[in-house]
């Protein structure tokens, strides 16, 4: 599904420039659950960004779909994110001024669905992820493990091929963040591609296969089953 | 204390750069248009004040309605003011002005300067108005026939000083002792002459009530109710002008009179009203309006609320960004006065700041106001004992009303909720907010609006069919100088090439002092079947140099020897008198001897269809034209050139020639035309530039208010992208509300609109109508701005890459 070779990515400031990746390859099947792993600062976020067709690698190739996108415009990127992938971040990125629901129903507005079809599948996903009583609630008045169901509801609402996960669980306690895992499990186990960055040897057990990376460069890739 | 808020006050300001210049320059600007509209007021509130009998001195103005005409006069009969004094013990003195042809040639050495600021008057002048004299005594200065008082620069103009007593000057052709000179009268009077003449020196025929030409002023006893006075014009009248009526109108009563439909009444205009109430003929100079004044001042606190609007907004939805501060500070110790107070310092800080800004932007912006406006005013007539302490008070009213709102909502946040990221309203549903960018935007269409049915109107004006055609004819004034070389003056003009036709008269159809006469349909003046009309007149040519078309029997002609005593009439005339065709017909008129019975009769040869002669604000009066040329004034031809200016040179050396002592004064006539629209055509200019300035504030608001939004919205506007909203959703999701406000905006504005402007057009007998395309103008012009303005942010905000905007959590 996923295929990049020697992709890179260069930071430059002012008086510094960063290699965040350097020349970096792997390849993610369909139905993967992989961890990607590192010390801080090794490129982690940068790479999922990308994977995530957020933000375009400055070298390499990589192709999505067995199709080459490392030079898509903005808005044809966009086109291919708002189909196939969802996210699911540390900090939850919920939008305060929405309800639940409302934020839920997001993606499917872009996807320009129908008003009846979205909250079907909305109260589904909701209930899937046991926030249905809470739909008319807003984040504030959530506790912080009910904002990232909410959050992983958002991001498999438009049933994604593809889920990026940035430390899903880095504001969890460990019941809650147990959880979430367990929650992503399941997903993959429906056939759901699923890349998970993590701080947390424990949460990468949940994966089948853990990339670690090294100041931009996999340094080692060991397999969990 | 204070200063220590006054001093965090100016350092937030100046952290906040950006926001703190959007909010400055438009609370200046507004300010701005403020202190210019308060000095322009002031001004024409202060008119006549200069005289210390201000407030007893009342003029007497003549309503009459007579044989389908309709007079509202400043004047009154000679008479009228001795006759009061003589009966009426509440009457202290009286005053005349006459001005009959309005202007004097006055010689200055060989030649002769046209002197249009002249007038006649009692020698009690000085008794009722406050002339002072710079040298001589004006106590008796007027006492003799061939006296003159003049004013110090017309002393100084003709004798190069200022004490020019025992100087005799000459104005068309009659000496005049120097007997005075008095200070220049000041720009704010009613009045404004140069010289002012004895009034024995009037050739007139005095004694006839019924004939209005002096303008007079009576002073009133202290404690005199005026209103009540005025009951006495009654007697007045069944004393002195009804015996007069009686003699030479088949009149037995006054209750005979207004039954026939006619009305004859007097009125007191208190002096402080007259230049910006009164609206009657003949004025002694330009008034003013009221009405402007107050649309003016509405207009002035309209912009500076839209200003205060601005600030208020761009306050509140700052909020956000210094909720965390205001937690951090309430955790910390702060009570929430110190909290208000704080507030309170800093925009007070902002407003005094604007206070500057608008003080220069005035300086730079009044001799604009000055030029639409007519008048010469300088700023440091704002410095005036009265004036000042409003000036220093206003950035402190201003500061603290505008900065109430944001200072209470501010401080009013509970620390806790505020420091755990609630309690943040937000952006969305702050309802005052929206209200005051609609009340913004709603201001700034009526001003839209208004702006588009004035010029509309003065479009109108400029392009409707007035019945004669006003372009291309050139008008040389004051050539009764030339006496009896006029026809040879005027054959040699017409030898000019690009002159196609000339003709002498006494009228033109541009707005000048006149008088009526009355006519009847029989040979006796009968108030039943009379006809009030102007009698101008016109030579063979008249008609066809001014472009007017004869609807019925012909014009005069040289063919036709007894035209003499044959008269044209124009289609209302005609329609008074109501024959079915009036070609033949005779009416008779008293008018060559006012005391005596005698009635000359004029057969009816022509009717011209009617002609605008008045301003559009009136009707078209009946008026007659006759054959006369010995009375013409005006001298008017028929040009078509390619070079004006050349052929104005021709007929200038060809005046010089034949009247070399006299001035040679000319005008198009297309420009006396648009003299008479004046007052509108500064509103006209003073409106577009207010709904500029409006639009611009309101719109610097919305440029803040979407900067902020942006600022506030992007971690929402990142994640909205990262969940597929392109571009153009997150353009529409940021602009949508603004452009809502403005519809809103709209749809409450065009009614009040199309109300008020047709209030104002009502003024107008013939006007253009309002269309409904000039709402929807407006509308579209407003959303328009309102894209742009909110367009431009949003764009930016919309191609943000969302990776960086998620990464600030
Ligand atoms: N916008 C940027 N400009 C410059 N340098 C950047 C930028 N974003 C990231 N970097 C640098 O790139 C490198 C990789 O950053 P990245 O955010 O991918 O790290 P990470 O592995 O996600 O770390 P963490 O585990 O702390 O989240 C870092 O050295 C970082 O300083
Ligand atoms: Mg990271």
């Known amino acids: 599904m996923i295929k990049i070779t020697d992709l890179e990515k260069i930071y430059r400031t002012e008086d510094i420039e960063t290699v965040a990746l350097n020349k970096l390859s792997f390849e993610v099947k369909e139905g993967e659950f992989v961890a990607i792993m590192g010390p801080s600062g090794c490129g982690k976020s940068t790479l999922l960004n990308i994977l995530g067709l957020l933000d375009d690698p400055d070298g390499g190739s990589f192709v999505f779909n067995n199709e080459e996108i490392a030079h898509y415009s903005e808005s044809k990127r966009a086109q291919i994110r708002k189909r196939n992938i969802g996210f699911v971040f540390q900090s939850f990125n919920l939008i305060d001024e929405l309800t639940v629901f409302e934020n839920v129903e997001l993606p499917l507005i872009y996807l320009n669905m129908k008003a009846s079809e979205r909250k079907e599948k909305v109260e589904e996903v909701l209930k899937k992820m046991q926030v249905m009583h809470r739909r008319n609630h807003y984040p504030q008045q959530l506790s912080g493990g009910q904002q990232q169901r909410v959050a992983v509801a958002r991001a498999v609402v438009n049933n994604p091929k593809l889920i990026l996960a940035d430390e899903p669980t880095g504001n969890l306690d460990s019941s809650n963040g147990n959880e979430v895992m367990q929650l992503l499990t399941d997903l993959n186990e429906q056939g759901t591609t699923i890349i998970m960055v993590t701080h947390s040897e424990h949460d990468a057990r949940y994966s089948h296969r853990i990339i670690r990376l090294l100041d931009g460069q996999m340094v080692l890739e060991n397999s969990l089953i | ?809």
């Not at chain 2, 107070?341 to 700041?353: C, K, N, R, Y």
């Not at chain 2, 003046?525 to 007017?548: C, E, H, R, V």
Request: glycine content about 6%; hydrophobic content about 45%.
């Open chain 2, 1 to 809: 204390m204070i200063r220590n808020y006054f001093k965090i006050a100016i350092r937030n300001l100046w952290k906040n750069k950006g926001y703190s210049a959007i909010n400055i320059f438009g609370l200046g600007c507004g300010l701005a248009v403020c202190l210019l509209i308060t000095l322009y007021v002031v001004d024409e509130l202060s008119y006549d004040r200069y005289n210390q009998n201000r407030d007893r001195i009342y003029r007497v103005d003549s309503d009459l309605k007579f044989g389908g005409n309709e007079l509202r006069l400043a004047v009154s009969s000679d008479p009228m003011g001795a006759t009061l004094k003589k009966d009426y013990p509440q009457v202290e003195e009286y005053v005349r002005f006459y001005t009959s042809s309005g202007s004097k040639l006055v010689k200055k050495g060989t030649s002769f300067i046209q002197e249009d600021r002249v007038a006649h008057a009692d020698s009690t002048l000085f008794n009722v108005f406050t002339l002072p004299a710079v040298a001589g005594n004006t106590k008796t200065a007027l006492n003799e026939p061939n006296t003159v008082v003049i004013t110090e620069s017309t002393a100084r103009k003709y004798f190069g000083v200022s004490n020019a007593i025992g100087k005799t000057i000459e104005a068309d052709k009659v000496p005049y002792k120097i007997t005075a000179v008095i200070e220049d009268i000041p720009h704010n009077s009613h009045f404004n002459f140069d010289f002012i003449f004895s009034m024995d020196n009037v050739d007139y025929q005095y004694g006839n009530y019924l004939s209005m030409n002096f303008q007079t002023y009576i002073l009133l006893k202290e404690g005199t109710d005026y209103k009540a006075f005025e009951k006495n014009f009654t007697q007045v009248i069944n004393k002195y002008i009804l015996p007069q009526a009686k003699q030479f109108m088949q009149i037995e009563s006054m209750d005979e009179f207004t039954k026939a439909g006619n009305k004859l009444d007097f009125r007191l205009m208190p002096l402080l009203k007259i230049h910006l109430h009164s609206d009657r003929t003949p004025e002694l100079g330009i008034n003013g309006n009221i009405q402007y004044v107050y649309i003016f001042s509405a207009v002035a606190l309209f912009i500076l609320i839209i200003a205060c609007i601005n600030f208020m907004n761009l306050s509140t939805a700052r909020s956000a960004s210094r909720a965390k501060e205001v937690g951090i500070r309430k955790v910390l110790g702060s009570e929430r006065k110190n909290l208000i107070g704080q507030f309170l310092a800093e925009s007070t800080a902002m407003a005094i700041i604007s206070m500057l800004v608008a003080i220069t932007v005035a300086y730079f912006t009044l001799p604009f106001l000055n030029d639409i406006s007519g008048k010469t005013l300088f700023l440091n007539n704002l410095l005036s004992v009265q004036l000042l302490p409003f000036l220093v008070a206003l950035p402190f009213i201003v500061g603290i009303l505008a900065g109430s709102y944001p200072a209470f909502f501010l401080s009013g946040f509970k620390p806790v909720a505020v420091l755990n990221g609630k309690g943040r309203s937000g952006f969305k549903k702050d309802n005052l907010r929206s209200g005051l960018v609609i009340f913004q935007f709603f201001m700034s269409i009526l001003f839209i609006i208004g702006t588009v049915v004035i010029y509309r109107q003065l479009n109108y004006i400029q392009t409707t069919n007035l019945g004669f055609k006003k372009d291309q004819v050139l008008i040389i004034n004051g050539a009764g100088a030339l006496g009896n070389n006029i026809e040879s003056f005027k054959n040699e003009i017409l030898g000019i090439r690009g002159v196609s036709s000339g003709t002498l008269s006494s009228f033109l159809p541009v707005t000048s002092s006149r008088t009526d006469n009355s006519f009847s349909k029989d040979a006796v003046m009968d108030p039943k079947n009379a006809l009030s009309m102007q009698a101008w007149d016109i030579d063979y040519d008249y008609i066809k140099t001014m472009g007017m078309e004869v609807t019925r029997g012909r014009n005069f002609s040289k063919e036709f020897g007894a035209d003499s005593s044959a008269i044209i009439l124009n289609e209302s005339a005609a329609n008074v008198l109501g024959y079915d065709d009036p070609i033949g017909k005779k009416i008779y008129t008293n008018f060559q001897s006012a005391t005596s019975n005698e009635l000359v009769s004029y057969t009816i040869i022509g009717v011209v269809k009617n002609f605008h002669y008045e301003s559009l604000k009136q009707n078209i009066f009946p008026l007659g034209l006759r054959l006369n040329k010995y009375q013409a004034g005006l001298a008017s031809f028929k040009v078509n050139s390619g070079n004006m200016e050349s052929l104005v040179k021709q007929v200038e050396a060809k005046w010089k020639r034949m009247a070399p002592a006299f001035p040679f004064s000319y005008r198009f006539m297309d420009d006396a035309f648009d003299n008479m629209y004046r007052a509108e055509q500064r509103v006209g200019k003073v409106a577009i530039t207010f709904s500029v300035l409006a639009v611009l504030i309101a719109c610097l608001g919305l440029f803040g208010l979407i900067t902020y939004m942006a600022e506030q919205r992007r971690k929402e506007i990142g994640i909205r992208k990262v969940l597929g909203a392109s571009v153009s959703n997150i353009i529409s999701l940021l602009s949508r509300d603004f452009l809502k406000l403005v519809l809103i905006a709209n749809l409450l504005a065009w009614p009040l609109a199309w109300w008020i402007m047709n209030k104002w057009l009502e003024d107008f007998t013939f006007r253009t109508n309002i269309g409904w395309w000039m709402f929807v103008a407006a509308g579209i012009l407003t959303v328009m701005i309102a894209v742009f303005t909110v367009g431009f942010q949003a764009f930016k905000a919309a191609i943000a890459n969302p990776v960086k905007s998620l990464k600030m959590e």
